[in-house]
Nanobody, 124 residues
Framework: QVQLVESGGGLVQAGGSLRLSCAAS????????MGWFRQAPGKEREFVSA????????YYADSVKGRFTISRDNAKNTVYLQMNSLKPEDTAVYYC?????????????????WGQGTQVTVSS
């Protein structure tokens, strides 16, 4: 079992930056692929980014490519999402997700564990 807790959300102006963190409990974190998803009001939860167990493979939604960077520190059981050049359309609740598989995927049903989410609001 893995428990995930996100932090780092907040209110930022367009063009600004935020770094989200996701702290995981459990000794098997390093064998898990991790992902970030987001859900805006009235919309489906969508894929943002994912990273393999080693950090060697990363994936991004087209809408965030070049602006967001995912990384992980297995010694700290933490995965990060650095978000730069934020836009109002990035406003959403951001969720961290984990799957007990070393390979990352963009598919939401493949993730077994979810955090409670952290709100990101980008003002224009």
């Amino acid at each position: 079992q893995v428990q995930l807790v996100e932090s780092g959300g907040g209110l930022v102006q367009a063009g600004g930056s935020l770094r989200l963190s996701c702290a995981a409990s459990g000794r098997t974190f390093s064998s898990y692929a991790m992902g970030w998803f987001r859900q805006a009001p009235g919309k489906e939860r969508e894929f943002v980014s994912a990273i393999s167990w080693s950090g060697g493979s990363t994936y991004y939604a087209d809408s965030v490519k070049g602006r967001f960077t995912i990384s992980r520190d297995n010694a700290k059981n933490t995965v990060y999402l650095q978000m730069n050049s934020l836009k109002p359309e990035d406003t959403a609740v951001y969720y961290c997700a984990g799957r007990p598989n070393p390979l990352a995927t963009t598919k939401r049903p493949s993730y077994d564990y979810w955090g409670q989410g952290t709100q990101v609001t980008v003002s224009s």
